[in-house]
T-cell receptor
Framework: GAGVSQSPSNKVTEKGKDVELRCDPI?????LYWYRQRLGQGLEFLIY????????KSGLPSDRFSAERTGESVSTLTIQRTQQEDSAVYLC???????????????FGPGTRLTVT | KQEVTQIPAALSVPEGENLVLNCSFT??????LQWFRQDPGKGLTSLLL?????REQTSGRLNASLDKSSGRSTLYIAASQPGDSATYLC?????????????FGKGTKLTVNP
C-alpha cells in the first residue's frame, strides 16, 4: 500500500537547462494531477490525466511545460529552458477515478522542490 | 472563475484552545471540499473530505462543516496541541467539461504554543 511517490525530492538546476520530474501514483488510481506551489503562494493546478483520455493541460503556464503519462502508470513533467520563476515545489496527486458526482480523495506525493539558479 | 479564500492567514493560540479556521469559495458548483494539512518541507496530508451533499465530517478532534449554498466551510479543531502546528489548506473539487481539478486557498498557518 505505497502512497504517491515523486522523484527527485530536490533538484537544483541552472537557468536554461531542461528538467524532468517523475510521479508514481497509487496503484489502481486512474486520475493523476500535477500542481505547483511557489513560495508564499497557493497551489496552482497544472495538468490532469484521466485514464487514456486526452489530458487537461489548461493549467500549464507556458509551452516550456509538458507532461506525459502512459496508461494509468508513471507520469513525467518536463520543463524546458528553465527560468528562475519556475522555482517551486511540484506536487503530484492521484485518485481512484473522477468525472462523477461522487468525489474521491486526492492523495498527494511529497513533492519535488525545484530551484533554478 | 472559482476563488477560494482562507481566513485568517495566520493564527497563534495557546495549547488546549478550541479554534476555527474559515474557508470561502465563490462558485457553489462543487463536488466536494477537502481540508489538508501541510508541514514544512512535506507534502499534503488529507484530513477530511466533505461531499457536496453532506453538511459535516468528523475525525477525532477535527470537525469540518460545509454550507454549499453560501460558499463556506469551517474546520474546527478541539483541544489544540503543539503537534497541530502546520498550514491548513482548503480545496474545492470542480468538474467541468470532462476535466476536473482542485482549487486551493492560500492556507492558514497555525501555531499552537505549549
Amino acid at each position: 500500500g505505497a502512497g504517491v511517490s515523486q522523484s527527485p525530492s530536490n533538484k537544483v538546476t541552472e537557468k536554461g537547462k531542461d528538467v524532468e520530474l517523475r510521479c508514481d501514483p497509487i496503484s489502481g488510481h486512474t486520475a493523476l494531477y500535477w500542481y505547483r506551489q511557489r513560495l508564499g503562494q497557493g497551489l496552482e493546478f497544472l495538468i490532469y490525466f484521466q485514464g487514456n483520455s486526452a489530458p487537461d493541460k489548461s493549467g500549464l503556464p507556458s509551452d516550456r511545460f509538458s507532461a506525459e503519462r502512459t496508461g494509468e502508470s508513471v507520469s513525467t513533467l518536463t520543463i524546458q529552458r528553465t527560468q528562475q520563476e519556475d522555482s517551486a515545489v511540484y506536487l503530484c496527486a492521484s485518485s481512484e477515478t473522477s468525472g462523477s458526482s461522487y468525489g474521491y480523495e486526492q492523495y498527494f506525493g511529497p513533492g519535488t522542490r525545484l530551484t533554478v539558479t | 472563475k472559482q476563488e477560494v479564500t482562507q481566513i485568517p492567514a495566520a493564527l497563534s493560540v495557546p495549547e488546549g484552545e478550541n479554534l476555527v479556521l474559515n474557508c470561502s469559495f465563490t462558485d457553489s458548483a462543487i463536488y466536494n471540499l477537502q481540508w489538508f494539512r501541510q508541514d514544512p518541507g512535506k507534502g499534503l496530508t488529507s484530513l477530511l473530505l466533505i461531499q457536496s451533499s453532506q453538511r459535516e465530517q468528523t475525525s477525532g478532534r477535527l470537525n469540518a462543516s460545509l454550507d454549499k449554498s453560501s460558499g463556506r466551510s469551517t474546520l474546527y479543531i478541539a483541544a489544540s496541541q503543539p503537534g497541530d502546528s502546520a498550514t491548513y489548506l482548503c480545496a474545492v473539487r470542480q468538474y467541468r467539461g470532462g476535466s476536473e481539478k482542485l482549487v486551493f486557498g492560500k492556507g492558514t498557518k497555525l501555531t499552537v504554543n505549549p
